[in-house]
Each structure stands twice: as structure tokens, then as C-alpha cells.
């Protein structure tokens, strides 16, 4: 398998719209996921976990602006606002209220494209301070979702990345099973702690040297999982699980 997509929640109210960038951002890489009304849009949000939003303003059961501050509330999801408004205020509004960037209608999709990936680029520095996250001889790039282990590149499914990304996000800190549990499923999935195991098992087995005796994703008895971001000491624990 390629490396896992960056997902891209296209909220817009017009099929046609949907399609076009659809198209745009899936010859480009992207997975894409679609909303038509803000409530759909919010829904997807918290639960899909999107690493890009791309907003249009006029919804027909809430404006953009206030999707925007519900999603700022809990999320620093990078999103990018489409609008026929072209004046100033409008745009330095949406920008102090959270928005990464302003598009105004109509556009070209080069230029949406490129505007998406520094939007990107610009969310994954600021959530590391480099955005390729170093853990012993495994090397995780936050932009390119590319993932390598001395050098060599490793093949990962959708959510093995998802779960190696978010502790990538944390590395050398420990995220609660909790936290992993809401970042990677939905449903009723997110409370059974036995899919996170597995998972876990599995991305071991392709990142580990010896995965019965983890050095780089170790286990918090009880509360997590840590990815160690220096392997010069012992393992923080010796159980698998």
C-alpha cells in the first residue's frame, strides 16, 4: 500500500462545487471526504478527524463563520475559507476568527491546491517543531506521511499511519488509550480498547525490531502507549500488550 492520504472535509452546499474540487484534490493525492450542510459538516468533523477543511460560507442551516468557531472550539484543524465576498474585512474577520486562509470564488484549483499544502505544512511545524519527527532509527514526515525505518521506506495502512501519527504528534510523551481510541474510530469502535491492542500489535510488527520486546512504541501499563524519542535507556516497561 502507498502512504496513507492526507483527508480533506469539503463542506459546500452545491453538488457541482463538491465535484470539482472532489476531482481536484483526488488526481492530487487526497481522500476526500464530503459535507452539504453544516451539521453534516460538524458531525464528519469530530468524528472522521480530517487533517484539512475546506469551508465555503453560505450553508443553508448555519454560516460558515459560526462552523468555523464551533470547529476552532476543540480542533486546529488547518481550514480554508471559499467565498464570493472579496472585501477586506470580510477576509481579515474570518482570518483573526481561525481561518488559515481565504479563497475567494471563483478560483483556479492549482492555486487552491497550493494554498491547501502550505496551510498544511504550516499546521505540522507548528505542531512540532520540525515536521519530521525523529524516534531512534524511525522517521516520520507530518506532511508527506511518508514513514522510513533506517532509511527504508515502510508501508502502512490507513489506520496503522493514524495511530503512529498521533503519537508522532506526542512522541516521547504518553497518549491515553482514550485519546487514540477517539482519534482513530468512530461508532461504537471508540470504547472498545481491544481494536486499539491490535492495532498496536500490528504496527509493532512492521516497526519493531523485536516486537515481543517494543523499544520504540511502549506500553504505559494501564493509562497508554509512548513513542520514545531516545533509545539510550531501557524500555519504560517490559509488557506487551
Known amino acids: 500500500m502507498s502512504k496513507p492520504a492526507n483527508v480533506v472535509l469539503l463542506i459546500d452546499d452545491e453538488p457541482k462545487i463538491r465535484r470539482f474540487l472532489r476531482a481536484g484534490f483526488e488526481l492530487n493525492g487526497f481522500a476526500v471526504l464530503e459535507a452539504e450542510n453544516a451539521t453534516e459538516a460538524l458531525k464528519i468533523a469530530t468524528f472522521s478527524s480530517p487533517d484539512l477543511i475546506i469551508l465555503d460560507l453560505s450553508l443553508p ?4 463563520a459560526d462552523v468555523l468557531e464551533r470547529i476552532r472550539a476543540w480542533s486546529n484543524v488547518p481550514i480554508i475559507i471559499l467565498s464570493v465576498v472579496a472585501g477586506e474585512d470580510e477576509k481579515v474577520r474570518l482570518l483573526q476568527a481561525g481561518a488559515d486562509d481565504y479563497v475567494v470564488k471563483p478560483f483556479g484549483m492549482a492555486e487552491l491546491l497550493a494554498r491547501s499544502e502550505a496551510a498544511l505544512r504550516r499546521y505540522f511545524k507548528s ?3 520540525n515536521p519530521v519527527v525523529a524516534a531512534g532509527p524511525l522517521s516520520v514526515d507530518l506532511v508527506t506521511r511518508s514513514v522510513s525505518l533506517h532509511s527504508s521506506p ?7 499511519y493514524r495511530l503512529l501519527h498521533v503519537l508522532a504528534m506526542h512522541v516521547g510523551l504518553v497518549v491515553t488509550h482514550d485519546q487514540l481510541l477517539k482519534e482513530i474510530w468512530s461508532g461504537n ?14 504496527l509493532r510488527q512492521k516497526i519493531e525490531a523485536d516486537p515481543n520486546q517494543p523499544r520504540l512504541l511502549v506500553t504505559e501499563s494501564g493509562v497508554g502507549y509512548r513513542l520514545q524519542n531516545r533509545l539510550d535507556a531501557e524500555p519504560l516497561t517490559a509488557r506487551v500488550s
Open 61 to 64: 442551516d448555519l454560516h460558515g
Open 127 to 129: 505542531a512540532t517543531e
Open 154 to 160: 515502510v508501508r502502512l495502512t490507513r489506520k496503522e
Open 189 to 202: 469502535q471508540r470504547d472498545n480498547i481491544q481494536y486499539l491492542r491490535i492495532l498496536v500489535r500490528k
